[in-house]
DNA sequence: CCTCCACCGGAAAGCCGGGTCA
DNA sequence: TGACCCGGCTTTCCGGTGGAGG
């Protein structure tokens, strides 16, 4: 290997000789917001119409925006606030924006108090009466004459947790005078408008935005258009773009998706020590980003089913496959070793239904004839990574000093009831 | 062709934590 | 504050069943 001296190795050597692919990696993440959106020029004009009446002293309707995840709501939404803002500087139309994500600020105080003080007001993050707040809102607005649009992104998330915030607030503008507040709302969840109280609902969406998903060329079209920012010349082979687009327009059309999988193949390509992206590192950013999810979901799941999951790995070691008994007589045995009630056999039938469903394990109904009729499962993920996964709980680390006696019970393939 | 295994999966009721309302 | 309700999770009970082996 080393034919001369001057060849000694430094630990540093492969991270400096390794070949720089991206030029900017942040474009290709999800809080990039570009500086134009290919494929959306019919929603902004719609929404610069919408809200062009705040720059001439007028009142623009409500606005609900919905469409599915990655379709560019958020980005379009935040792409016409920023130039509204600068016109209205120029013009002095003394239009205040305030974002919001529902799902970060989720009470009603706090979405309150995010308003207020954007509006220059020192109200603390917590402390006060809620509508005392409100009355702050209120007052600090109308004495500023100001127009203010308050976008409320993932807003179903508030209406479970406020909505009486969003009942106020739709209302607000009865009380103002001189003011005026103008409500956009996003979601992606289409179902959260039969929640919604229809007062707050008519009143929310005067005006709505449907935000189609992208079809593979339009995909392209984005990838293309990022990968310019994002990557060096060249370095991304011939289909690349294509095949990421083909796969996220397979799949509801998410150019969040894209992008992420167009990253990913790229981080792989730049581990590799590859110069370029190539078609083999976009299939295996699929396979990452799916064992990625998975262990995310397997990581979520509460203790009786992980218990469940740990006994199915125990069991993939000696076997392909296996069946309910199999897998219920393992998960007691685990149970009892760590002092946690077992669950019955009917219920742990519907988890692993459930585990089914999500993917995890992969079973079918079959009969064995005289030997009866059972789920018969396994695992097609990496067994490995779904163990190590697993171990991360605390409440399973006791687990592992079982592990030897348990396998040995299983390589004697005893299952006693 | 019948039996009978080993479990499936529906129905219903119990339990529990959290939220609501008077 | 306590009565009450709601929804999710779990248990109990049980009728149902595809097909290997007799």
Same mark, same amino acid.
């Given at each position: 290997?080393?034919?001369?001296?001057?060849?000694?190795?430094?630990?540093?050597?492969? $991270?400096?000789?390794?070949?720089?692919?991206?030029?900017?990696?942040?474009?290709?993440?999800?809080?990039?917001?570009?500086?134009?959106?290919?494929?959306?020029?019919?929603?902004?004009?719609?929404?610069?119409?919408?809200?062009?009446?705040?720059?001439?002293?007028?009142?623009?309707?409500?606005?609900?925006?919905?469409?599915?995840?990655?379709?560019?709501?958020?980005?379009?939404?935040?792409?016409?606030?920023?130039?509204?803002?600068?016109?209205?500087?120029?013009?002095?139309?003394?239009?205040?924006?305030?974002?919001?994500?529902?799902?970060?600020?989720?009470?009603?105080?706090?979405?309150?108090?995010?308003?207020?003080?954007?509006?220059?007001?020192?109200?603390?993050?917590?402390?006060?009466?809620?509508?005392?707040?409100?009355?702050?809102?209120?007052?600090?607005?109308?004495?500023?004459?100001?127009?203010?649009?308050?976008?409320?992104?993932?807003?179903?998330?508030?209406?479970?947790?406020?909505?009486?915030?969003?009942?106020?607030?739709?209302?607000?503008?009865?009380?103002?005078?001189?003011?005026?507040?103008?409500?956009?709302?996003?979601?992606?969840?289409?179902?959260?408008?039969? $929640?919604?109280?229809?007062?707050?609902?008519?009143?929310?969406?005067?005006? !709505?935005?449907? $935000?189609?998903?992208?079809?593979?060329?339009?995909?392209?079209?984005?990838?293309?258009?990022?990968?310019?920012?994002?990557?060096?010349?060249?370095?991304?082979?011939?289909?690349?773009?294509?095949?990421?687009?083909?796969?996220?327009?397979?799949?509801?059309?998410?150019?969040?998706?894209?992008?992420?999988?167009?990253?990913?193949?790229?981080?792989?390509? !730049?581990?590799?020590?590859?110069?370029?992206?190539?078609?083999?590192?976009?299939?295996?950013?699929?396979?990452?980003?799916?064992?990625?999810?998975?262990?995310?979901?397997?990581?979520?799941?509460?203790?009786?089913?992980?218990?469940?999951?740990?006994?199915?790995?125990?069991?993939?070691?000696?076997?392909?496959?296996?069946?309910?008994?199999?897998?219920?007589?393992?998960?007691?045995?685990?149970?009892?070793?760590?002092?946690?009630?077992?669950?019955?056999?009917?219920?742990?039938?519907?988890?692993?239904?459930?585990?089914?469903?999500?993917?995890?394990?992969?079973?079918?109904?079959?009969?064995?004839?005289?030997?009866?009729?059972?789920?018969?499962?396994?695992?097609?993920?990496?067994?490995?990574?779904?163990?190590?996964?697993?171990?991360?709980?605390?409440?399973?680390?006791?687990?592992?000093?079982?592990?030897?006696?348990?396998?040995?019970?299983?390589?004697?393939?005893?299952?006693?009831?």
């Amino acid at each position: 290997m080393h034919e001369n001296e001057g060849d000694k190795m430094n630990i540093f050597d492969n $991270f400096l000789s390794s070949v720089c692919i991206f030029k900017n990696r942040d474009v290709l993440r999800h809080s990039y917001t570009p500086e134009n959106l290919p494929h959306r020029e019919e929603q902004i004009k719609q929404l610069v119409e919408l809200l062009s009446p705040l720059l001439k002293g007028g009142t623009p309707s409500n606005i609900f925006i919905y469409g599915k995840t990655g379709t560019g709501k958020t980005a379009t939404v935040k792409l016409v606030m920023k130039n509204l803002e600068e016109v209205s500087k120029k013009v002095d139309a003394r239009v205040v924006v305030q974002y919001l994500n529902c799902e970060i600020i989720d009470t009603a105080y706090r979405v309150l108090a995010t308003i207020a003080r954007k509006l220059g007001r020192n109200v603390p993050m917590t402390g006060w009466p809620t509508d005392q707040v409100y009355e702050e809102v209120k007052s600090t607005v109308e004495s500023k004459g100001a127009k203010m649009v308050i976008v409320l992104d993932e807003i179903d998330k508030l209406v479970k947790r406020a909505e009486e915030a969003l009942y106020s607030l739709t209302r607000i503008n009865a009380d103002l005078s001189n003011a005026r507040i103008c409500l956009i709302g996003i979601s992606n969840n289409l179902k959260f408008k039969n $929640f919604l109280d229809a007062r707050v609902l008519s009143s929310l969406s005067e005006e !709505e935005l449907v $935000f189609p998903p992208y079809n593979a060329e339009q995909l392209e079209d984005i990838l293309r258009q990022r990968t310019k920012i994002a990557f060096n010349d060249g370095v991304l082979e011939d289909g690349v773009i294509q095949l990421c687009s083909a796969i996220a327009a397979q799949e509801h059309g998410d150019a969040r998706k894209a992008l992420d999988l167009l990253r990913v193949s790229a981080e792989i390509a !730049e581990r590799e020590g590859d110069n370029k992206v190539r078609i083999k590192h976009v299939r295996k950013a699929v396979k990452k980003i799916e064992t990625d999810y998975m262990l995310e979901t397997v990581r979520t799941l509460p203790l009786q089913t992980k218990i469940l999951l740990y006994s199915m790995t125990l069991l993939a070691e000696n076997m392909e496959k296996f069946t309910t008994g199999e897998v219920y007589c393992v998960y007691k045995r685990l149970c009892s070793k760590i002092s946690v009630e077992a669950l019955t056999q009917r219920r742990v039938s519907d988890l692993l239904s459930e585990l089914d469903s999500l993917g995890i394990i992969n079973s079918i109904v079959i009969s064995k004839g005289r030997y009866g009729r059972t789920r018969e499962m396994k695992i097609d993920s990496d067994v490995e990574a779904l163990k190590k996964a697993l171990e991360e709980d605390y409440r399973l680390q006791e687990l592992k000093k079982y592990e030897e006696e348990t396998r040995k019970i299983l390589k004697l393939g005893i299952f006693e009831t």
